[in-house]
Nanobody, 123 residues
Framework: QVQLVESGGGLVQAGGSLRLSCAAS????????MGWHRQAPGKQRELVAR???????NYADSVKGRFTISRDNAKNTVYLQMNSLKPEDTAVYYC?????????????????WGQGTQVTVSS
């Protein structure tokens, strides 16, 4: 099986920065896309940023210019550098892997999610 473990969340003042990390472990052959999503209380989960194995990225309009996603394919790890944080960025942040190929699980793609990490931005 595959596990994704996030770290780096916490409490920060508006205008501050945080860096989230997410490490995928298990019998991973390859991961097509890795991404970050967030869910605020009473709201639906939304995509924050996504990165392909080749480094192509896309971002939610609300975070463009403030957040940067990156990944280390050798370590199956994805990062989210969050700068100029705003109170509206407060949410539980989840990482995920898409189109994951797992050794011993056939020629299929699987998607996995982490357990989430809380980010709270105070005004």
């Amino acid at each position: 099986q595959v596990q994704l473990v996030e770290s780096g969340g916490g409490l920060v003042q508006a205008g501050g920065s945080l860096r989230l990390s997410c490490a995928a472990s298990g019998n991973i052959v390859s991961i097509g896309f890795m991404g970050w999503h967030r869910q605020a209380p009473g709201k639906q989960r939304e995509l924050v940023a996504r990165i392909s194995s080749g480094g192509s990225t896309n971002y939610a309009d609300s975070v463009k210019g403030r957040f940067t996603i990156s990944r280390d394919n050798a370590k199956n790890t994805v990062y989210l550098q969050m700068n100029s944080l705003k109170p509206e960025d407060t949410a539980v942040y989840y990482c995920n892997s898409e189109r994951t190929i797992v050794q011993g699980m056939g020629p299929r793609f699987y998607d996995y999610w982490g357990q989430g990490t809380q980010v709270t931005v105070s005004s």
